[in-house]
């Protein structure tokens, strides 16, 4: 395997990192209203100027570049500390792949250019991991008086992370009464302006709120918001998750890798005092990064002849969740309490590791789809 740059790639990285340069935020807000407007401003930046949708295909507003370029898209903004890129993931290839000629139309040119921005309401109180036993319904309404068909939605979703801040949902919902759990689901395109519709955020732990509750009563969106047909909601969610993971992971591993070259340059020059056992970790958590940059080095490949996204991604979450969450305890460890009273980016990053372990599928359920679906080891 070779991973240097060819001529164009490298033409490609010089210009990237040159704008980058010049035009990444510094540090984000805490507030978070004035951290999403930041937000907004730069993936809107970071459209205009062309960076955004390398991979996706051109009949759709995309570059329909190759992968390798996605990553170093990645791996220029995590080296230089700038702001993730947006988001060209599951919501916008569901609409790619599952949607109509129409729903491609009307939703693809906002998600790229982040003019319009989406959540995704899966998770329920009684139904994360076993996202098949949700119970919000959408009842199919057929009209007496000649006006057209409707979905009319009730139950409740959480953990709907950004809802506060979109202006559609992706909804995961019950409407074959009569079919088997894995039948029984549709996906609905929603706009959260729905009469019967209430958002209501979620204050963390931590004190941020990008987490709502979203709770529908009697909210009816037409029938043809409906991605895919009636029934094809399990099948469309499963396919999705695998576009979760990607050339971002490329990112991750350079976000991490800059924030372990900083607390090494600290100890180096003894702006942190560190012993034997504090240098013994940071050893241990270059040796993770190391394991984690291979693996992903392997998936792109991979990517690059041609695999698409699939169950694989799991093995990629469970280490890129374990590096992230071991570097981040190493950080703080080492460099003590200054850190966590500081309340700065530091002890925002370690709150986020936690995260990492549940959302997008916790780890537990990631070894169950490595075993089952990779693997393909016995349920039982
Ligand atoms: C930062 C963050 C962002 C999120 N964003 C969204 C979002 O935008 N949209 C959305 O819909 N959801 C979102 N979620 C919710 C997330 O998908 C769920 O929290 C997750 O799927 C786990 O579900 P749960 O919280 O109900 O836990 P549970 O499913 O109740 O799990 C509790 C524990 O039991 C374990 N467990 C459960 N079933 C099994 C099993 N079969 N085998 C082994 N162990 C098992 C789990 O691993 C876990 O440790 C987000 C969560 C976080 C933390």
């Not at 036993?133 to 939605?153: C, K, Q, W």
């Not at 931590?206 to 029934?231: H, I, K, W």
């Not at 986020?352 to 549940?358: E, N, T, Y």
Request: include cysteine.
């Amino acid at each position: 395997m070779d991973y240097r740059d060819t001529t164009d790639e490298a033409a490609f990285r010089g210009r990237l990192r040159a704008w980058i340069a010049e035009h990444a935020p510094g540090h984000l807000p805490r507030d978070p209203d004035a951290r999403v407007d930041v937000l907004n401003q730069w993936h809107r930046a970071m459209y205009q100027a062309g960076w955004v949708g390398l991979t996706f295909p051109v009949e759709y507003g995309g570059h329909g570049m190759s992968p390798v370029y996605e990553a170093i898209l990645n791996d220029e903004l995590g080296a230089a500390g700038a702001p993730p890129p947006p988001a060209i993931g599951h919501i916008t290839n569901a609409i790619r792949l599952f949607g109509s000629d129409e729903h491609k139309r009307a939703h693809l040119p906002g998600l790229l250019s982040s003019t319009v921005r989406w959540c995704q309401g899966f998770s329920e109180p009684n139904a994360g991991s076993d996202l098949a036993g949700l119970r919000t319904r959408a009842v199919r309404i057929e009209a007496t008086d000649g006006s057209p068909a409707v979905y009319r939605i009730d139950g409740q979703k959480i953990w709907t992370s950004e809802a506060v801040w979109s202006q559609w949902c992706l909804l995961l919902a019950r409407t074959e009464a009569d079919q088997p759990a894995h039948r029984a689901l549709s996906m609905l395109l929603v706009p959260l302006s729905t009469p019967g519709l209430d958002c209501r955020e979620i204050i963390t732990a931590y004190g941020t709120r990008e987490f709502a509750e979203v709770f529908f009563d009697g909210a009816e969106v037409p029938v043809e918001n409906v991605l895919g047909r009636p029934g094809d909601g399990w099948t469309i969610a499963m396919q999705l998750l695998g576009y979760e993971r990607g050339p971002a992971d490329v990112g991750w591993v350079a976000r991490l890798t800059r924030m372990l070259t900083v607390l090494e340059d600290d100890v180096r020059l003894g702006r942190v005092p560190a012993g034997p056992t504090e240098r013994r970790a940071i050893a241990h958590a270059w040796t993770e990064l190391r394991a984690l940059q291979l693996h992903v080095q392997r998936t792109l490949s991979s990517r690059l002849d041609g695999s698409t996204p699939g169950p694989e991604g799991s093995i990629d979450k469970l280490l890129v969740t374990r590096a992230e969450q071991l570097l981040n305890h190493v950080n703080l460890a080492v460099r003590g309490a200054a850190a966590i009273l500081a309340d700065g980016d530091e002890i925002e990053a370690y709150f986020w590791s936690r995260a990492q372990s549940i959302f997008g599928g916790t780890q537990q359920i990631q070894r169950n789809i490595v075993a089952q679906r990779v693997l393909g080891l016995p349920r039982r």
